[in-house]
Nanobody, 128 residues
């Protein structure tokens, strides 16, 4: 099983980044997927989740209206479009696979404890 993130980097406040995650070694299309992040000195927190078909999403209040999670099951990828980035968005961002057939809401509610697979993380730094 592999989840490989890409797209992190350095961006100014107000800017945008698009993270992508490619999954392999498991039935990607049957899994809820999510993005988590961990800032320096803080616990890992959930950012957004999406159900297996891509029809439902859930977001943390801190990113609602700025971030968009999406997936392409034909390519086994999940993306996180991040707009209007703030200094507080600086963190390592992790892609994660939840249990098969979890709804986005259930995966969001159960969070870290329900993650089956993790990516290695990609660094996002928001700085002027």
């Amino acid at each position: 099983v592999q989840l490989v993130e890409s797209g992190g980097g350095l961006v100014q406040p107000g800017g945008s980044l698009r993270l992508s995650c490619a999954g392999s070694g498991f039935t990607f299309s049957s899994r809820a997927m999510g993005w988590f992040r961990q800032a320096p000195g803080k616990e890992r927190e959930i950012v957004a989740t999406i159900n297996s078909s891509g029809s439902y999403t859930s977001y943390a209040d801190s990113v609602k209206g700025r971030f968009t999670i999406s997936r392409d099951n034909a390519k086994n990828t999940v993306a996180l479009q991040m707009n209007s980035l703030k200094l507080d968005d600086t963190a390592v961002y992790y892609c994660a696979a939840g249990p098969s057939m979890y709804s986005s809401a259930t995966f969001y509610r159960r969070g870290i404890s329900s993650v089956d697979y993790w990516g290695q993380g990609t660094q996002v730094i928001v700085s002027s």
